[in-house]
């Protein structure tokens, strides 16, 4: 907590003054809202807005996580009815490869406008493939679309690696599946996620394997779909794109 402190003490260009504050027996997160309230808002004379980018990593420390993430929200809480800490405003970026498990009350993740960047439609694709001077088909497109959907990192991941003639498309579409693909890490880290809840692994299992879309319980629905790994069809499941079903199929044991 001191080093993020001191991380934004050091981009407001203000003097550090932790020393001064981090004082006495209150706890890291007293003493992270003490320094904010009486020192950086009061000395600054615009509001500020703080971009926190890939907070999901932080999940890996769970012993500083509910920590830090309730103290985000005790932030965001604050800024609705005192003057100061409106002059904070929060940007939170995460992936949505991680399942955000915290307490209803504590998660700053479900309050404030949540910004989610949607899948791209044909058209968009059309247009990225354009941009990437590739002179494809519509059938070609289509084909694309139905490995990795419309998933905006898949896209345009795809599409920078043909246009840098790194692969073909017919390669990319024969391996993006497999553990020597361009996505092997992507789904691999996925894999990981899904390995530390057995119930979450087995409904993505039942997802996969059936060639239809299937009902599961609605809570382990919203967290695959929280991961980006299926969408919704009506109150039913299916598998985002093949890349999943194929991926995760194969690793269970499903050709």
Not at 139 to 145: A, F, G, K, R, W
Not at 193 to 210: F, G, P, R, T, W
């Amino acid at each position: 907590m001191q080093w993020f402190c001191d991380s934004i003490t050091d981009r407001l260009n203000v003097t550090n003054k932790l020393a001064d504050y981090w004082q006495g027996v209150r706890g890291s997160k007293s003493k992270c809202i003490n320094y904010f309230e009486k020192y950086l808002l009061s000395t600054i004379s615009s509001p500020v807005v703080l971009g926190l980018d890939e907070v999901d990593q932080v999940f890996q420390h769970p012993e500083v996580a509910a920590d830090f993430f309730g103290l985000l929200r005790v932030w965001h809480e604050m800024s609705k009815n005192e003057e100061i800490w409106k002059k904070l405003r929060l940007v939170i970026v995460h992936s949505k490869e991680v399942y955000i498990p915290l307490n209803i009350n504590q998660s700053p993740f479900n309050v404030g406008l949540p910004i989610e960047l949607p899948e791209l439609n044909d058209t968009q694709v059309q247009d990225l493939v354009q941009r990437h001077k590739l002179d494809w088909s519509q059938s070609e497109v289509t084909q694309l679309m139905a490995m990795v959907g419309g998933h905006p990192y898949l896209v345009r991941r795809s599409l920078y690696e043909i246009a840098r003639k790194r692969m073909s498309l017919s390669q990319l579409l024969q391996t993006s599946p497999t553990e020597s693909g361009i996505f092997s890490d992507h789904l691999r880290r996925h894999r990981v996620n899904l390995q530390d809840d057995a119930k979450l692994e087995a409904a993505l299992k039942q997802v996969v394997v059936s060639p239809v879309p299937i009902r599961i319980e609605t809570g382990l629905a919203f967290k695959l779909r929280s991961m980006g790994l299926v969408k919704f069809q009506g109150n039913d499941v299916m598998p985002l794109c093949d890349l999943y079903r194929i991926y995760f199929g194969n690793r269970q044991g499903v050709s």
